[in-house]
């Protein structure tokens, strides 16, 4: 069982910057991978980024080089440094886990980009 808690959304004016922040508790050993998906009114949830404990990561095409995901495995805390910012990116992210072949879902928290 993990519990994620998210911080960090709010309202932003087009091309400013956000910084998510994922906290993770619970069984915090058993989980192989962390990332960000969002999802607009009316849309599917989509891929922002994952990363792995060990580094490696993966981006929605669209979003290299304004997105960057890390993490800090001391604090089981992953980020999600978003820059050049659009009104396109409004949506609510959340924050994800896996965990021995199960998913885990944090609560979400909505972004809005004002243009």
């Known amino acids: 069982q993990v519990q994620l808690v998210e911080s960090g959304g709010g309202l932003v004016q087009a091309g400013g910057s956000l910084r998510l922040s994922c906290a993770a508790s619970g069984n915090i050993y058993s989980i192989n991978a962390m990332g960000w998906y969002r999802q607009a009114p009316g849309k599917q949830r989509e891929l922002v980024a994952t990363i792995t404990t060990g580094g490696s990561t993966v981006y929605a095409n669209s979003l290299k080089g304004r997105f960057t995901i890390a993490r800090d495995n001391a604090k089981n805390t992953v980020y999600l440094q978003m820059n050049s910012l659009k009104p396109e990116d409004t949506a609510v992210y959340y924050c994800?886990?896996?965990?021995?072949?199960?998913?885990?879902w944090g609560q979400g928290t909505q972004v809005t980009v004002s243009s």
């Open positions: 994800n886990a896996e965990a021995s072949q199960h998913y885990y």
